[in-house]
């Protein structure tokens, strides 16, 4: 880790604070959450992505989706790794959407399913059955949808999973 890094990484004291702010989200007015983010993200330097992204998302969350998107482009822009790149690209994604862009969506949930597997690999999917659907590939969107279901099933997780594979067939999702 260079000494740029130490300087833009959080500790574990800032990320105890992060999920301490998050846990009172739902009692915590919108501008009130907006704030007390951008207080703890100013902690950090102002390019470090991990706060950029933290920022976008209280943002997303809050309801102010189109000024959630230039954050979660600057954290990605600013070197955001690990799980929180994935995150910023799955809620960039879903915000691009919901603002009328599901080509751009899907293009970026495509591209997030060629990296590497972990466990927000059923999210990227979900995510993209969203943006698939609203571009009228209902049956690509039911392919991801059981796909990512089949993960979750206590039993007939592997027959789902070979019937989604049936449905992929004649789409060009797998």
Same mark, same amino acid.
């Given at each position: 880790?260079?000494?740029?890094?130490?300087?833009? %990484?959080?500790?574990?004291?800032?990320?105890?604070?992060?999920?301490?702010?998050?846990?009172?989200?739902?009692?915590?007015?919108?501008?009130?959450?907006?704030?007390?983010?951008?207080?703890?993200?100013?902690?950090?330097?102002? &390019?470090?992505?991990?706060?950029?992204?933290?920022?976008?998302?209280?943002?997303? %969350?809050?309801?102010?989706?189109?000024?959630?998107?230039?954050?979660?482009?600057?954290?990605?822009?600013?070197? +955001?790794?690990?799980?929180?790149?994935?995150?910023?690209?799955?809620?960039?994604?879903?915000?691009?959407?919901?603002?009328?862009?599901?080509?751009?969506?899907?293009?970026? +949930?495509?591209?997030?399913?060629?990296?590497?597997? &972990?466990?927000? &690999?059923?999210?990227?999917?979900?995510?993209?059955?969203?943006?698939?659907?609203?571009?009228?590939?209902?049956?690509?969107?039911?392919?991801?949808?059981?796909?990512?279901?089949?993960? *979750?099933?206590?039993? *007939?997780?592997?027959?789902?999973?070979? *019937?989604?594979?049936?449905?992929?067939?004649?789409? &060009?999702?797998?």
């Amino acid at each position: 880790m260079n000494v740029h890094d130490t300087m833009t %990484t959080p500790d574990d004291h800032w990320e105890e604070r992060l999920a301490a702010l998050w846990a009172e989200f739902d009692a915590t007015e919108a501008q009130t959450f907006i704030a007390r983010m951008d207080a703890l993200a100013a902690k950090l330097p102002p &390019d470090a992505a991990v706060g950029l992204f933290e920022r976008g998302g209280a943002r997303d %969350t809050c309801g102010f989706t189109e000024l959630a998107i230039p954050l979660y482009k600057a954290a990605l822009e600013n070197g +955001l790794t690990g799980l929180r790149r994935r995150r910023a690209n799955i809620q960039m994604a879903s915000s691009i959407r919901h603002l009328g862009d599901p080509q751009t969506a899907a293009d970026l +949930l495509f591209a997030e399913m060629q990296q590497g597997s &972990d466990e927000l &690999d059923s999210a990227v999917r979900g995510f993209l059955a969203l943006a698939l659907t609203d571009l009228g590939r209902e049956r690509e969107a039911l392919t991801l949808s059981l796909t990512a279901l089949a993960e *979750y099933l206590p039993r *007939y997780n592997r027959s789902l999973a070979r *019937y989604a594979q049936g449905l992929a067939k004649n789409t &060009d999702v797998a």
